[in-house]
């Protein structure tokens, strides 16, 4: 499993290994370039620049390899609290078999429950939580200054270079310094845009980051929040209603995750909350949305095969697969009668969970099946289910629809039927 990967095995992975060149690309071919530019060796401010950039490469590289190292610290398997009370206002992870601790959250990449998770980064090739939140921004900080400073030296590089020949034919021999070869200048270019791109990225994510940071919220709990909001709305509360408990001021905030010595603070479980609130209001939160997501929820039939392929083209057609979520959830594998618990709605695509069958509850290996149980497949490869009761003589009896009609109901469920939209349970 990823989370079981440790050590410098953790970096054998394209995110690492993509980073990890990035970062030295740029450093390698700005110091070759910038020993033309502003040799350091002739003058005491030229060492320093050059010293500088050093510096802030080596801090970048530094914090990226701690937060791979370091990890987001990880819930233990069948976690429970000290009290077992306290179960009630918690969620349980079926795969950690155990509860989840107050802001963790199961990573399906790394197959664990993350301590007050934000997000699995594909580019430590781990999740950013508790543990290497400083690092981390500490990693994009410096990233995005010496890429700064990058973007300067290459710039002005290759502005000497491709006006050297000016400079020589007007006597301004001492600004002819960078001469480019056909290769020199390729990297010279490459690094440009590798820097800007930096710089860009990084910086976008790094005041996501910040923000988050100052809320002391994760890319999680913003949703939870907005999700809270939403719900109180739609039921004629006050919005502001709800408090988000660990929001404590934005100084105490920054603090519990920027210390002197870029350390976590406590065991990642327990947290501090501010004034009228306990550990378990923003988990109490969680389960009552929970409740209501099960309550939209509806059933659905498989009625032709699915791939779970991203792109399926040969099976499903251009549309749909021009339609597809822009997200990394996976994509499940149906059969022919497979039933799914859909929570998720696209006008292309649907979000579920395909209910095993009764082979594979009994733990018959030769019906398991491989792949995803959870995530997206397309919607005009099944048909929704609608429990209908047989009518009778009495309107208020048992035999009416959900929608207490009768033979309207009926006349309505077969025209879902032939427009593929529903099936009458069999």
């Known amino acids: 499993m990823n989370a079981e990967i440790s050590g410098f095995r953790r970096f054998i992975h394209w995110g690492p290994i993509t ?58 398997r069948q976690w429970q609290p000290k009290e077992p009370k306290d179960t009630e206002h918690l969620q349980y992870c079926k795969t950690c078999d155990g509860y989840k601790a107050p802001r963790s959250h199961h990573c399906r990449k790394c197959n664990r429950c993350v301590k007050k998770m934000d997000h699995h980064c594909p580019w430590i090739n781990h999740c950013v939580g508790w543990a290497n939140h400083a690092y981390f921004s500490y990693f994009l900080l410096f990233s995005i200054l010496g890429s700064m400073q990058a973007t300067v030296i290459l710039c002005g590089s290759f502005y000497r270079g491709i006006y050297r020949y000016y400079y ?14 056909v290769v020199s200048i390729i990297l010279c270019i490459t690094g440009m845009g590798l820097a800007i ?47 988000y408990p660990y929001d404590l001021g934005w100084r105490l905030n920054l603090k519990q995750v920027f210390n002197d010595e870029c350390q976590k603070l406590g065991d990642g479980i327990e947290w501090p909350v501010a004034q009228g609130c306990d550990q378990y209001t923003l988990t109490r939160e969680q389960l009552a949305q929970k409740e209501e997501k099960r309550a939209r929820t509806r059933t659905y039939k498989c009625h032709s095969p699915v791939t779970g392929r991203w792109l399926p083209v040969c099976s499903q057609g251009w549309s749909v697969c021009m339609g597809a979520p822009c997200t990394d959830e996976p994509r499940i594998r149906l059969q022919p009668g497979d039933i799914i618990k859909v929570t998720r709605f696209r006008k292309h695509w649907l979000f579920g969970e395909r209910e095993l069958t009764k082979q594979e509850l009994r733990g018959d290996k030769k019906h398991q099946r491989r792949g995803h149980t ?25 035999n009416l629809t959900e929608n207490g009609t009768c033979n309207g109901g009926h006349a309505q469920l077969k025209q879902q039927q032939r427009n593929g939209h529903a099936k009458k349970y069999m």
Request: aromatic fraction near 12%; glycine fraction near 10%.
């Open 19 to 76: 980073a990890l060149s990035i970062i030295k690309c740029i450093t390698l071919t700005t110091l070759y370039m910038n020993s033309m530019w502003w040799p350091p060796n002739e003058s005491f401010a030229g060492f320093a620049h050059q010293a500088l950039f050093l510096m802030l490469s080596t801090l970048a590289t530094f914090n990226y390899v701690m937060a791979t190292l370091t990890g987001p610290g990880l819930l233990p």
């Open 197 to 243: 791109g930096v710089v860009i990225g990084l910086g976008m994510l790094l005041f996501i980051q910040l923000k988050t940071i100052v809320a002391n919220q994760t890319g999680i709990e913003i949703w939870i929040v907005e999700k809270a909001q939403y719900r109180r709305y739609a039921n004629g509360e006050e919005v502001d209603s709800f408090i």
């Open 374 to 398: 959870r995530g997206w497949f397309p919607r005009q490869s099944a048909v929704e289910l609608i429990e209908v009761h047989e009518c009778g003589g009495d309107p208020g009896s048992d």
């Open 168 to 181: 020589l034919t007007h006597g301004l021999v001492h600004l002819a310094s960078v001469q480019f070869t």
